[in-house]
C-alpha cells in the first residue's frame, strides 16, 4: 500500500511540477527571442533612418560608414540599397544577389518589413534574417537587410532554462522527499494496526497498535486495541475453559474407572452387559477429553504459524509413513483389515514437522481402519503432487456420501450409519487434521473411492533443505 500511495503521491507531483516548468520554459525562450528581435529592429530603423537621410542628399557616406562599423563591431552583416535595388552597402560577405536576400529586399521596397518567426531554443544555429523598408510613411526610398547570428541569445536560453530545470528538480525533490513522509505517517499506522489484525484472526494476543498519524487513524487505533482486548481476552478465557476442562475431568474419570473396576468384583454375572457398557462409555469420555485438548493445541499452533516464520520445518514423509505403517499394520491386522504400505524410493520432504505428519497420519489410518469394516483393503501412500508432498490413505469400506464429506470435517459430526453402529467416535478427528494442516498452509482433501471406499488426502508444501539447495546448486 504504502509504495502504491507513494506512487500515485509522486505521480501528482510529477505533473504539477511539468505542468509549471514546461510553460515557464517557453516562456523564457519566447522572451529572450523577443529581445532579440526588438534590439535587431532597432538597429534596422537606425540604418532605414541613415538611408532615407542619404536619399535627400544624395551623400551616402554616413550610412556606408555605419554599416561598416556596425559588421566589424558585432559581425553580423548587412546589405542596405536603393529603391532600385542597386546596393549602397554591402558587408561581412552579404550579397543583394543572394536569392534569399533579394526575396528579402523586395518585400522591404513594397513597404513590408520582415522578421523571423518562432521562438528560439537551446539547440538553435546558424543565423536569422531582418528586413526593413527605408523612407516615410508610404514613401519607401531604399530597403535594409540585417542578418543577425542567434548563437548567444541560444546561450541564454540555454542558461535560462538549466536555471529553470534545476530549480523545478529541486522542488520535485523536496515534494518527494515531503510525499514519502507523509505516506510513511498516514500508512505506518495501518501497516501496525493490519499486522495486529493478523495476529487477531490468528486468534493469538495481537500487540497494542500505537496511535499515529492523523485524527481519524488515531482513533481507529484506539478503538482497535479496545476491541483486541475484548475478543483476546474472551479467545483465552474459551481455550483455558476447554483445557482446564480437559485437565480437571481427567482426575474424575480416572477415579471413576479405579471405583467401576473395583466394583466389578462384587457384582453378578448378570451385571457383566452393563459394566461392559460403562467402561465403554468411560473409554469414549476420555477419548474425548484427548481429542478435545489436541484440538484445541492444534488451533493454538495454526494461529502461531500463521503469523511468524518457521518456514525451517521439514521431515521425510516416506520415513513417517513407514513408520506409522508398522505402528498401524498389526493394528489393522486385529481389526481383520489389511493395510499395505506404497512410499516413494526417494525421500518426500514435508514442511512439516515428524510429530505433525505423524499425528495425521495417526488419524486418517485409525479412522480407516475404525470405519472400513472387517476384511477391508486399507492402503498408505506417499508421493509428490506437484509442490506438495502427498499423504494417501484409501479404503474399501462403506465410504461417504457427498453430502457427507462436505460435513466430515466439521467437529462432532459423525455419519448417521456410525452412530446407527455404535462405532467408537468422537467425531473431532479430522478437525485436528484440517487445523494441523491449515497450520502449514497444507490442506486436506476428501473423495469417494472407485468402486467403494473413501480416498484421504493430505497435502503440505513440499520443503527445500540444505542439502536439496547445495545439490540443485551444483547441478546448474
Same mark, same amino acid.
Given at each position: 500500500?504504502?509504495?502504491?500511495?507513494?506512487?500515485?503521491?509522486?505521480?501528482?507531483?510529477?505533473?504539477?511540477?511539468?505542468?509549471?516548468?514546461?510553460?515557464?520554459?517557453l516562456?523564457?525562450?519566447?522572451?529572450?527571442?523577443?529581445?532579440?528581435?526588438? /534590439?535587431?529592429?532597432?538597429?534596422?530603423?537606425?540604418?532605414?533612418?541613415?538611408?532615407?537621410?542619404?536619399?535627400?542628399?544624395?551623400?551616402?557616406?554616413?550610412?556606408?560608414?555605419?554599416a561598416?562599423?556596425?559588421?566589424?563591431?558585432?559581425?553580423?552583416?548587412?546589405?542596405?540599397?536603393?529603391?532600385?535595388?542597386r546596393?549602397?552597402?554591402?558587408?561581412?560577405?552579404?550579397?543583394?544577389?543572394?536569392?534569399?536576400?533579394?526575396?528579402?529586399?523586395?518585400? /522591404?521596397?513594397?513597404?513590408?518589413?520582415a522578421?523571423?518567426?518562432?521562438?528560439?531554443?537551446?539547440?538553435?544555429?546558424?543565423?536569422?534574417m531582418?528586413?526593413?523598408?527605408?523612407?516615410?510613411?508610404?514613401?519607401?526610398?531604399? /530597403?535594409?537587410?540585417?542578418?543577425a547570428?542567434v548563437?548567444?541569445?541560444?546561450?541564454?536560453?540555454?542558461?535560462?532554462?538549466?536555471?529553470?530545470?534545476a530549480?523545478?528538480?529541486?522542488?520535485?525533490?523536496?515534494?518527494?522527499?515531503?510525499?514519502?513522509?507523509?505516506?510513511r505517517?498516514?500508512?505506518?499506522?495501518?501497516?501496525?494496526?493490519?499486522?495486529?489484525? +493478523?495476529?487477531?484472526?490468528?486468534g493469538?494476543?495481537?500487540?497494542?497498535?500505537?496511535?499515529?498519524?492523523?485524527p481519524?487513524?488515531?482513533?481507529?487505533?484506539t478503538?482497535?486495541n479496545?476491541?483486541?482486548?475484548?475478543?483476546?481476552?474472551?479467545?483465552e478465557?474459551?481455550?483455558?475453559?476447554?483445557?482446564?476442562?480437559?485437565?480437571?475431568?481427567?482426575?474424575?474419570?480416572?477415579?471413576?474407572?479405579?471405583?467401576?473396576?473395583?466394583?466389578?468384583?462384587?457384582?453378578?454375572?448378570?451385571?457383566?452387559?452393563?459394566?461392559?457398557?460403562?467402561?465403554?462409555?468411560?473409554?469414549?469420555?476420555e477419548?474425548?477429553?484427548?481429542?478435545?485438548?489436541?484440538?484445541?493445541?492444534?488451533?493454538?499452533?495454526a494461529?502461531?504459524?500463521?503469523?511468524?516464520?518457521?518456514? +525451517?520445518?521439514?521431515?521425510?514423509?516416506?520415513?513417517?509413513?513407514?513408520?506409522?505403517?508398522?505402528?498401524?499394520?498389526?493394528?489393522?491386522?486385529?481389526?481383520?483389515?489389511?493395510?499395505?504400505?506404497?512410499?516413494?524410493?526417494?525421500?518426500?520432504?514435508? /514442511?512439516?514437522?515428524?510429530?505433525?505428519?505423524?499425528?495425521?497420519?495417526?488419524?486418517?489410518?485409525?479412522?480407516?481402519?475404525k470405519?472400513?469394516?472387517?476384511?477391508?483393503?486399507?492402503?498408505?501412500r506417499?508421493?509428490?503432487?506437484?509442490?506438495?508432498?502427498?499423504?494417501?490413505?484409501?479404503?474399501?469400506?462403506?465410504?461417504?456420501?457427498?453430502?457427507?464429506?462436505?460435513?466430515?470435517?466439521?467437529?462432532?459430526?459423525?455419519?448417521?450409519?456410525?452412530?446407527?453402529?455404535?462405532?467408537?467416535?468422537?467425531?473431532l478427528?479430522?478437525?485436528?487434521?484440517?487445523?494441523?494442516?491449515?497450520?502449514?498452509e497444507?490442506?486436506?482433501?476428501?473423495?469417494p473411492?472407485?468402486?467403494?471406499?473413501?480416498?484421504?488426502?493430505?497435502l503440505?508444501?513440499?520443503?527445500?533443505?540444505?542439502?536439496?539447495?547445495?545439490?540443485?546448486? +551444483?547441478?546448474?
Amino acid at each position: 500500500m504504502r509504495t502504491r500511495v507513494q506512487a500515485a503521491m509522486l505521480l501528482f507531483v510529477v505533473i504539477t511540477v511539468a505542468a509549471f516548468a514546461v510553460p515557464l520554459l517557453l516562456f523564457t525562450a519566447s522572451d529572450r527571442t523577443q529581445q532579440l528581435v526588438l /534590439a535587431r529592429s532597432a538597429d534596422l530603423d537606425r540604418f532605414a533612418s541613415l538611408m532615407d537621410q542619404a536619399a535627400q542628399t544624395g551623400d551616402t557616406s554616413a550610412v556606408t560608414a555605419e554599416a561598416r562599423r556596425y559588421t566589424q563591431l558585432y559581425g553580423e552583416p548587412l546589405v542596405v540599397t536603393d529603391t532600385r535595388r542597386r546596393p549602397i552597402v554591402q558587408t561581412g560577405g552579404m550579397r543583394a544577389a543572394d536569392p534569399a536576400v533579394g526575396r528579402l529586399l523586395d518585400a /522591404a521596397l513594397r513597404n513590408q518589413t520582415a522578421h523571423p518567426s518562432g521562438a528560439l531554443r537551446p539547440w538553435s544555429k546558424g543565423s536569422r534574417m531582418f528586413a526593413e523598408p527605408a523612407g516615410t510613411g508610404t514613401r519607401v526610398s531604399g /530597403a535594409v537587410v540585417l542578418r543577425a547570428s542567434v548563437e548567444t541569445a541560444a546561450e541564454d536560453v540555454t542558461r535560462r532554462w538549466a536555471a529553470v530545470i534545476a530549480g523545478t528538480a529541486l522542488v520535485a525533490v523536496a515534494c518527494t522527499v515531503l510525499a514519502r513522509a507523509a505516506t510513511r505517517w498516514v500508512v505506518s499506522p495501518l501497516r501496525r494496526l493490519d499486522r495486529a489484525v +493478523g495476529q487477531l484472526a490468528a486468534g493469538l494476543p495481537p500487540e497494542q497498535t500505537r496511535a499515529g498519524g492523523p485524527p481519524e487513524l488515531r482513533q481507529l487505533a484506539t478503538g482497535f486495541n479496545r476491541m483486541a482486548r475484548t475478543v483476546t481476552a474472551a479467545l483465552e478465557q474459551q481455550r483455558r475453559l476447554v483445557a482446564d476442562t480437559s485437565h480437571q475431568m481427567r482426575n474424575p474419570m480416572a477415579a471413576l474407572r479405579l471405583r467401576v473396576d473395583a466394583l466389578h468384583r462384587h457384582l453378578p454375572s448378570s451385571a457383566d452387559r452393563t459394566y461392559t457398557g460403562v467402561t465403554t462409555e468411560l473409554d469414549r469420555l476420555e477419548t474425548l477429553l484427548d481429542d478435545m485438548l489436541t484440538l484445541a493445541t492444534a488451533e493454538h499452533r495454526a494461529g502461531e504459524l500463521a503469523v511468524t516464520d518457521d518456514s +525451517g520445518a521439514h521431515c521425510d514423509a516416506t520415513a513417517v509413513a513407514t513408520a506409522q505403517y508398522r505402528l498401524w499394520e498389526p493394528v489393522a491386522h486385529r481389526a481383520g483389515a489389511r493395510l499395505t504400505l506404497d512410499a516413494a524410493a526417494t525421500p518426500v520432504m514435508a /514442511a512439516c514437522t515428524d510429530h505433525e505428519l505423524a499425528q495425521i497420519t495417526d488419524i486418517l489410518l485409525d479412522n480407516a481402519i475404525k470405519y472400513a469394516g472387517p476384511d477391508a483393503e486399507i492402503s498408505l501412500r506417499c508421493t509428490v503432487e506437484g509442490r506438495h508432498a502427498a499423504l494417501t490413505v484409501t479404503d474399501d469400506g462403506p465410504g461417504l456420501t457427498s453430502e457427507e464429506i462436505a460435513q466430515a470435517t466439521t467437529r462432532f459430526w459423525r455419519s448417521g450409519r456410525q452412530r446407527q453402529d455404535g462405532t467408537a467416535g468422537t467425531g473431532l478427528g479430522l478437525a485436528i487434521v484440517e487445523q494441523l494442516l491449515a497450520g502449514r498452509e497444507g490442506r486436506l482433501e476428501l473423495e469417494p473411492a472407485r468402486p467403494r471406499g473413501l480416498r484421504a488426502t493430505a497435502l503440505l508444501p513440499c520443503a527445500v533443505t540444505d542439502a536439496a539447495d547445495r545439490g540443485a546448486g +551444483g547441478a546448474g
